[in-house]
């Protein structure tokens, strides 16, 4: 998984089009939809539900949005941690190029991190029965707070019927 993935899943979740989102990364819709293609081979099962006239995130995709929210949050907080660090300034054993090299390979490793801990502490699933007696399920355009803070997709069982 690349953080240009990352990136182009997050775009498309808030654009709901691919040729907005592609737009909206500076890339050509072809790149766009052969990255959401790669990542969902690298994940194991399609993240959108895709038809003539819109997207949307499938189950296996709406589990995994809170996670990819949290790896754009954390490559956002790297790019600005490096770019406060390379305006600093230097001292005299420090070379001027050196935020830039190492950037790259912070992100990486938080990525790897990340992907690593989804392994390791998948996010729970709720039983068939607790969908059932909560009455929601995952919709990817419709937020709601899961109460630490962090929004969660969620639509009405009845919506799917």
Known sequence: MKIRQVTYFLALCE???????ARRCGVAQPSLSRAIQLLEQEIGGQLFVRSNSSIRLTELGALVYPEFVRIGQSTENIERTAASFVASPKTSDQKPVEGF??????????????AAGLALHPAPQATALESAQAGTLAEPFSLQSNGDGHLLPTRKTEDLL
């Open 15 to 21: 654009e709901q089009n691919f040729t907005r989102a």
């Open 101 to 114: 090299t190492r950037a790259p390979s912070i992100g990486a490793a938080t990525i790897s991190i990340l």
